[in-house]
């Protein structure tokens, strides 16, 4: 089996801090710039960092302790993995009574951004990454992929509109049908967890739960610079997107895949049953991660002639296309 499940990085902080090196997780001060606190783990098994400027280094702990907290508990709403989240026990039931607020909000946004972008974002494709994990777990398993009727059969039960979301019940229309959060919940968590600090008077920090999002500009007064990286190649930056105030996610194919060419992997087109190849990665900016995740997962699956609108739409600034050959497209609202 190839399935290879974990989210590389495509984006990377560039210029944090005069002669300061991106290291390891430090619950400290980096020598290099006493200002800068530094946290980094995982959230929702994919890389998270936190980078926080602050005086006292007491209150810098605590407050990353408290973002820490926040995650960890979100994860138990949106995890996958843990097979006791409320997002498990929905796949697992068909409902779940009394839901947490946090899952009926993040599916109503789900649903908004799947009347926004023609269904291309549909939070329902769980099925397909059953189907795929499934066919592709066997040792015999055709490189073609799984054959077309069983494709036909997981899409029929694939459907935002299939979910009926209410605050005291979330409930499946359709037998065997199942969600994931994936494309959207890292963005999710960042902008709580950004919330968190922006109510503790916090600036000037980068927050990166699988997604990335700055409060206020870099400490210097210049912009956050995240660099894009080349998908075809480690540790090359493509280009720099100055942030201020703003959020950035890229979603790209290869993240997660099934088989060792990419051809499967985990961004599902919910109209057809097939994976995204138009694009090497897409990258999204946004006054919010939730917005600029979920867009980045629709773009990795739409022409380029139907995403400006959609940017419109949404309240997104722009976006980042890496084409097979390297070269990007970059489209604004």
Known sequence: MTIQIGRRQFIRITGIAAGLALTPALLRPAAAAPMLHRWSGTALGGDASLLLYHPDPAAAASLIAQSVTEMRRLEKVFSLYQRDSAISRLNRDGQLEAPPLELVELLARAE????????VFDATVQPLWELYAGHFSRADADPQGPPADAVRAALARVGHEGVSIAPDLIRFERSGMGVTLNGIAQGYITDRVASLLRANGVGHTLVDMGEMRA????????????????????????????????????????????????????????????????????????????????????????????TEAVLRATGATAAWFVRHDGSITRQTA
Not at 112 to 119: D, E, K, L, N, Y
Not at 269 to 280: F, I, K, M, V
């Open 112 to 119: 908004q951004f799947s009347r926004a972008t023609g269904g």
């Open 215 to 306: 409060l206020y500009s870099h400490p210097s007064g210049r912009p956050w610079q995240v660099g894009i990286e080349d998908p075809r190649h480690e540790d090359h930056v493509l280009c720099h997107v100055p942030l201020v105030d703003q959020a950035i996610a890229t979603s790209g194919g290869y993240g997660t895949t099934f088989e060792a060419t990419g051809r499967f992997n985990h961004l599902f087109d919910p109209r057809s049953g097939g994976c995204a190849n138009r694009y090497l990665s897409v990258s999204v900016t946004a006054p919010t991660t939730v917005t600029a995740n979920a867009l980045a997962v629709a773009f990795s699956l739409m022409p380029l002639e139907r």
